[in-house]
């Protein structure tokens, strides 16, 4: 049974850090590419950051350029993302999803981050 789960969400002041995990069970992670995505209240589901199989390409969207840092550990089944200098608009619930054959086919249950003083 394939399975993700984050962890690591929480709430923080704006300019501190959080680091989310994702636990993938049910398959081995070093087969696929992986991505994390958020969704904001009243907002469109927005993609964050993706990463190759082997962890040496990674991608980011323009906002969190420079900010956050995707990560994976094989050897573990586990993706991170590294957020630094948070920011109020990075209040999200943030997923990670497995890419398989051009779609994202499995989903994790999400994890809330809250950037809030």
């Known amino acids: 049974q394939v399975q993700l789960v984050e962890s690591g969400g929480g709430l923080v002041q704006p300019g501190g850090s959080l680091t989310l995990s994702c636990a993938a069970s049910?398959?081995?992670?070093?087969?696929?590419?992986i991505a994390w995505f958020r969704q904001a209240p009243g907002k469109v589901l927005e993609w964050v950051s993706g990463?190759?199989?082997?962890?040496?390409?990674?991608y980011y969207e323009d906002s969190v350029k420079g900010r956050f840092t995707i990560s994976r550990d094989n050897a573990k089944n586990t993706l991170y993302l590294q957020m630094n200098s948070l920011k109020p608009e990075d209040t999200a619930l943030y997923y990670c999803?497995?890419?398989?054959?051009?779609?994202?086919?499995?989903w994790g249950q999400g994890a809330q981050v809250t950037v809030s003083s």
């Open positions: 990463i190759t199989m082997s962890g040496r390409n990674t």
């Open positions: 999803t497995r890419s398989s054959r051009g779609s994202y086919d499995y």
């Open positions: 049910g398959f081995t992670l070093a087969g696929f590419a």
